[in-house]
């Protein structure tokens, strides 16, 4: 939330508020919020609208456009700056198992800005959200709302299926590959080329993140996983598994131009996660001075 910690209007853009309700975000109740969209708000003592824009989004946006000006300011430049900072600086990381902003970076320097992403759901969609870069629309497709484990195997299928001149990778976490690695038969059947890019932790890795804030431990969690390399190869996919850092980006070039399934088996190191918490808290504190 460190944006909306500094912000004084915060224009709501097709937002419902199951996707993530506004006093998680809004709890000061003292913004000015601008809520735009199809329909009108859904009003919430978190949720006070000032001024609804109810019509075609795309029409609304244009003519907002044509009648404003870009922000000059800088109040987000404390949060665009540690984001390059934090990109940066795991660039050229070694460290194994893979840190998530290593996975992200050399998912987003393989694939062209156009190709598509579905991002399932777990603790690698916090970091898909947070860190990886998007310069065109539906390029990064990720469950929102009631966040269902299991939409990136299928959803990249269907991607494949609507732009089938775009490389489409699954992104997804070792529990939702599971729920409906199924699919990968019903891809090999229709020759759709995807990539899966599982992060394996073997376990539910944003449950325990949220354990570990709150608790300072985990409970049932843990789980083991099949050898998601012959798994692969058993429904005549190609299975590859990343055994070093210095071999992700190569095996993500290397499954993006083959014509058929790739799942990549890519053991992630969590421990990022609290140490993401804990800067996130202190940029928190940065932007509120």
Known sequence: NTGFANADVIICIGYDMVEYHPYLWHPSRDRTLIHIDTTHAEVDGYYSVVLGVVGNITHSLNRIAALTTPHEGKAMRTLRDSLITEMNQHRRDTEFPVKPQKIIWDLRTAIHLEDIVICDVGAHKMWMSRMFRCEYPNTCIISNGFASMGIAVPGAIAAKLAHPERKVVAVTGDAGFLMNSQEIET???????????????????????????????????????????????????????????????????????????????????????LKLTESLGQLTQQTER
């Open 187 to 273: 891809a090999i059947r229709l020759n759709i080329a995807i990539v899966i890019l599982i992060w394996n932790d073997a376990s539910y890795g944003l449950i325990e993140w949220k354990q570990q804030n709150q608790f300072g431990r985990t409970s049932n969690v843990k789980f083991g996983n099949p050898d998601f390399v012959q798994y692969a190869q058993s429904f005549g996919a190609t299975g590859v598994r990343v055994n070093k850092t210095e071999e992700l980006m190569s095996v993500l070039k290397e499954a993006l131009d083959r014509n058929t399934v790739t799942v990549i088996d890519c053991p992630v190191d969590y421990r990022e996660n």
